[in-house]
């Protein structure tokens, strides 16, 4: 004895079944997407961290370097000299640039006026400690002297 199937309940199945799967396709393809923005999030957090480590890092071969250019002023040795320009060839191979404001407008984003003297309307006049940019950003300020026309 054959069993007759009532259509209507295969076509709600199926109708149920062909639902569920667009509903897990949908899932699967957010799923697909989050991990894809983790995977960025945590690749920028990554760079973020590089370039904190090495802003720490080079800012203290900065002070290093600020005391081989002082030692080089007084002792004017040619071995220091070498030393000093080898150590600014490898921090410049790291993306290191000095600031060179001399003769220049004074601008806040690079430099930091610690004194005015008489000079040209807010010309930098002299720099009393270099500043310096890693990859384009300010890590310290050159520090200067500013001219401005004073009174008599």
């Known amino acids: 004895m054959k069993v007759k199937k009532n259509p209507s309940s295969d076509s709600t199945k199926l109708a149920t079944l062909e639902a569920q799967i667009l509903e897990l396709q949908d899932k699967l393809a957010r799923s697909l ?8 999030r945590i690749d920028a957090q990554r760079q973020m961290f590089i370039t904190l480590a090495t802003v720490s890092i080079i800012s203290k ?3 290093v370097l600020d005391d081989l250019y002082l030692a080089n002023d007084h002792i004017k040795d040619a071995g220091l000299q070498m030393t000093v320009t080898k150590f600014l060839d490898v921090l410049k191979s790291e993306g290191l640039e000095e600031i060179n404001p001399i003769n220049q407008k004074f601008d806040t984003a690079t430099m930091e006026c610690i004194t005015v003297a008489e000079g040209e309307e807010d010309q930098v006049l002299q720099v009393q400690k270099k500043g310096y940019l890693l990859n384009g950003q300010v890590i310290r ?3 200067v002297i500013v001219g401005k026309k004073l009174l008599n």
């Open 141 to 143: 300020p050159a520090q």
């Open 61 to 63: 071969m900065i002070a």
């Open 33 to 40: 997407a989050d991990y894809a923005n983790l995977e960025k």
